[in-house]
């Protein structure tokens, strides 16, 4: 593991959500060799709950859980985070599965017994996806800037809150700033899972500029949005 990695993921946080106990608590203690803190979960629904509360860089959860299954919390947290490195565990290998992992955009998933070796290069693999998303706080405009650590607008040195779709539309004009990011690239990318009714985006555009100003979020025509550089 090189040395960016071991940084990145011992400042780092960790979901698991695995229904045996026993296993659970084995597995917590390995990984607590690596990161910072680990979050535990013996249920789809109590992940879900931590993740909401927690916010973890990363997630492992097994496929098979009580109440919500593994596949049923990834997609929950997806509706929320299309960037988290989420590892999904199984006790068989699944070609359904490895499809569904491709949908979801999963590091990968481990079949049990779980080998140590298998799930270093798997952090390793989650490092580096929270290596890129390591910035800090990026101007805008001369009015705005936008904290990718916390997910917030700052106007004038006053933080402002933003809601989750706020912040992935926002990311991703930024991510491509001075280019035109199209309608389509955008209801794809805020409405994986859902299907967004015809006035979605122009409702979310219309109170984003609330929030930010009128002139930083740039319509171009019927083709989508920019912001300029």
């Given at each position: 593991?090189?040395?960016?990695?071991?940084?990145?993921?011992?400042?780092?946080?960790?979901?698991l959500a695995e229904d045996e106990e026993n296993l659970r608590n084995s597995f917590k203690k390995v990984l607590l060799l690596y990161v910072k803190e680990v979050f535990t979960a013996a249920n789809g629904e109590e992940a879900f709950e931590i993740y909401q509360?927690?916010?973890p860089d990363i997630?492992?959860?097994?496929?098979k859980m009580p109440?919500?299954?593994?596949l049923e919390l990834i997609k929950k947290i997806r509706k929320e985070n299309q960037?988290?490195?989420?590892?999904?565990?199984?006790?068989?290998?699944?070609?359904?599965?490895?499809?569904?992992s491709i949908k979801l955009s999963l590091v990968d998933y481990l079949v049990k017994p779980i080998k140590e070796k298998d799930l270093i290069a798997l952090l390793e693999i989650s490092a580096d996806v929270l290596l890129q998303k390591v910035k800090t706080v990026v101007a805008?405009?001369?009015?705005?800037?936008?904290?990718?650590?916390?997910?917030?607008?700052?106007?004038?040195?006053?933080?402002?809150?933003?809601t989750h779709k706020e912040v992935e539309f926002l990311e991703t004009l930024l991510q491509h700033k001075g280019n035109l990011v199209t309608r389509q690239t955008l209801e794809d990318k805020l409405y994986v899972y859902e299907e967004a009714p015809p006035s979605a985006l122009?409702?979310?555009v219309f109170k984003l500029r609330k929030k930010?100003?009128?002139?930083?979020?740039?319509?171009?025509g019927n083709l989508g949005y920019t912001i300029k550089n």
């Open positions: 593991m090189l040395d960016n990695q071991k940084l990145v993921l011992k400042n780092s946080s960790i979901l509360n927690h916010r997630v492992i959860t097994d496929v109440k919500l299954n593994g960037e988290t490195p989420i590892i999904v565990t199984s006790a068989y290998t699944d070609k359904d599965l490895l499809l569904e805008i405009d001369e009015r705005n800037a936008y904290d990718y650590q916390n997910k917030q607008l700052i106007q004038d040195a006053q933080k402002i809150s933003l122009k409702n979310l930010i100003g009128n002139d930083v979020v740039q319509t171009v």
